[in-house]
């Protein structure tokens, strides 16, 4: 367990880092934001995108992995799939018409996309052959904490709808994670008996990906989703975080 500790103390001092893009890219010193407002909402269109993405990959992995999920741990994701298709609306509602089509746009591309994504391929094929946890740590303790830790930052954003919106949204998120960070401990725990979850935590060093913090999936072809996770902070490409460019 103390090597449990030790890759989360790691990923949580990722987190600062993504703290810290945040803070700098949409903040002047002074605590006045640095990008317009249309910028914001345009970021805000692409993360409502993110939300129904989260929303497609949960899906997939319960339509396929559903029956290998602890009971406790089904409920979690079944209502996580829930709070992220609300997550969705309440960002789409966010942004005006002209980026609500955008979104559209964007979101009828998500399955050819997520087909296409070779990362999100091999996580399905470990999900299809019965281990469901990679994927579900990715996104949990991943693609949440880093999310929880951006929102956060968002917390005295100068627009009353955006800072309430982020305000439920964020503590949904931190549970997401909270709850990613539980089925890791299960696994630890189950890992000295079952070799399919021991491939989960071990070898976690194994993560590929070229560490740009975007959203995107860990090219990794195994479990190993969290150890390499601080790395993908170090990256800096930070692609998910910046309002798109004029
Ligand atoms: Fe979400
Ligand atoms: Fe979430």
Do not use: C
Not at 170 to 190: I, M, P, T
């Amino acid at each position: 367990m103390s090597t449990l500790a030790a890759v989360l103390e790691k990923f949580d001092a990722s987190k600062a880092k993504v703290r810290k893009e945040i803070r700098e890219g949409f903040f002047n010193t002074d605590g006045s934001l640095a990008i317009t407002e249309d910028e914001l909402r345009a970021w805000i269109a692409d993360r409502a995108v993110d939300e129904l993405k989260v929303v497609m990959q949960l899906s997939a992995v319960l339509t396929k992995a559903a029956h290998h999920l602890p009971a406790r741990m089904l409920v979690q994701v079944t209502e996580q799939v829930s709070d992220e298709a609300r997550h969705f609306d309440i960002l789409r509602g966010l942004v005006p018409a002209h980026l609500q089509a955008m979104v559209d746009a964007k979101v009828a591309e998500l399955p050819a996309k997520l087909a296409q994504d070779t990362s999100w391929a091999s996580l399905m094929v470990s999900v299809e052959a019965g281990n469901p946890f990679a994927a579900l740590l990715d996104i949990n303790i991943v693609h949440e904490g880093y999310s929880a830790a951006a929102i956060e930052e968002l917390a005295d954003i100068p627009f009353d709808d955006i800072r309430q919106a982020y305000a439920g949204i964020g503590a949904d998120e931190e549970k997401h994670h909270e709850s990613g960070r539980e089925l890791l401990e299960w696994l630890a725990r189950a890992s000295t008996a079952d070799q399919l979850t021991h491939q989960v935590v071990a070898g976690a060093h194994e993560r590929a990906g070229g560490g740009a913090m975007s959203w995107s999936w860990p090219a990794a072809d195994t479990a190993a989703i969290v150890e390499g996770a601080h790395e993908r902070a170090a990256g800096g490409a930070m692609s998910w975080s910046w309002p798109a460019a004029k």
